[in-house]
């Protein structure tokens, strides 16, 4: 496998400018407050000097405590230097993106942009309210701020749960993993009435709980895979599917999740039912699949590949 050096980026530098176009002509069309979503980190950034020059206030977690805590800043986009701070935090942002950020845990310190009629501090303390929510393992903190969780996160809840979570703004904008910005809109009227549980069950807390592995999977297919073609929409569905199939077969450790669905994304959905992946797995029943699969050699993988390959055209060749 060779490993891309490369930022994923000449696209992304050059949408820069799009995306900050974008973000002005909403502001243009709506009378809303517009805020930056920055978590503050021991790394020195190009933001650090500009965010020392605003006001940035937290979100208010109710009875939990864990540092850093996300808050956000209130850009004037009418002005100049605040347009320079958005730019500044587009840039940021395209840095935080790259693969290497997740896969060696770097800290990241722009989560997005937020459209909402609610002023400052009434918005913290709902961001902050609904960030707390209850499971079996009692109190856990729900990173839904995070352009990384969000995304996916979006995919568990229902219709219903997704309305009240964007219940206090109109968009919430971030990028995602393939560089593109997303947005959000909440399809009935903010309101400044506090949605404190969302009612997530135990199913979609098992499928909270994969995201972790979920980022570690994409991080690593974007990085070893300069020239991959899965958007980061096709990467979820298959990558939800394969921790699904592993579970199936076993594997619950976050690390044997995401070896499984990069498998899934790069050799096939099913490459776990190959013979030469079989007998491996069945000769080394009681290690991790992790240490199962270090006994493939790259030969191995490659006629793995190439009988799914195979498999595909001639499945095509039926279909013509």
Not at 228 to 255: C, H, P, T, W
Not at 278 to 297: A, E, F, G
């Given at each position: ?7 994923r ?7 820069l ?20 979503i ?15 020059t ?14 850093p ?5 209130e ?5 100049e ?7 500044q935090?587009i840039?940021?942002?395209y ?14 310190s722009?989560?997005g ?30 990173r ?10 979006l ?17 919430w904008?971030?990028?995602?993993s393939?560089?593109?910005l997303m ?27 994969w995201?972790?592995?979920r ?7 974007h990085l070893f895979n300069?020239q ?33 669905a990069?498998?899934s994304l ?21 290690h ?8 493939i ?18 499945n095509n060749?039926?279909?013509?």
């Amino acid at each position: 496998m060779s490993y891309s050096t490369a930022l994923r980026p000449n696209i992304e530098r050059q949408n820069l400018e799009k995306v900050f176009q974008k973000i002005m002509e909403i502001a243009l069309e709506n009378n809303d407050y517009f805020y930056l979503i920055y978590q503050q980190n021991n790394k020195q950034t190009i933001m650090t000097e500009s965010i020392n020059t605003k006001s940035l206030l937290f979100f208010e977690y109710v009875d939990y405590q864990i540092k850093p805590t996300p808050g956000l800043v209130e850009l004037d986009l009418t002005k100049e230097s605040d347009q320079l701070i958005l730019k500044q935090s587009i840039k940021e942002f395209y840095l935080d993106i790259d693969p290497k950020t997740t896969l060696y845990a770097k800290a990241r310190s722009i989560y997005g942009w937020i459209f909402s009629p609610l002023k400052i501090e009434l918005l913290t303390r709902q961001l902050g309210l609904i960030a707390i929510q209850p499971s079996k393992e009692g109190a856990q903190l729900l990173r839904y701020f995070d352009p990384a969780v969000l995304p996916i996160l979006l995919k568990i809840l229902c219709s219903h749960q997704k309305k009240m979570l964007l219940n206090p703004v109109n968009q919430w904008l971030f990028l995602n993993s393939d560089g593109h910005l997303m947005i959000e809109k909440n399809t009935r009227k903010p309101s400044k009435h506090f949605v404190k549980r969302l009612g997530i069950d135990e199913q979609q807390w098992q499928q909270i709980n994969w995201i972790e592995s979920r980022n570690q999977t994409l991080a690593r297919y974007h990085l070893f895979n300069s020239q991959y073609v899965l958007s980061e929409n096709e990467a979820d569905i298959m990558i939800m599917q394969a921790f699904k199939l592993a579970e199936s077969k076993g594997y619950s450790d976050k690390r044997d999740l995401s070896e499984f669905a990069y498998y899934s994304l790069t050799i096939h959905p099913e490459f776990i039912e190959h013979p030469i992946i079989d007998d491996v797995i069945t000769r080394n029943v009681n290690h991790s699949l992790i240490k199962q699969l270090k006994n493939i050699s790259e030969s191995q993988w490659k006629i793995v590949a190439n009988d799914f390959n195979k498999e595909l055209e001639r499945n095509n060749d039926g279909l013509m």
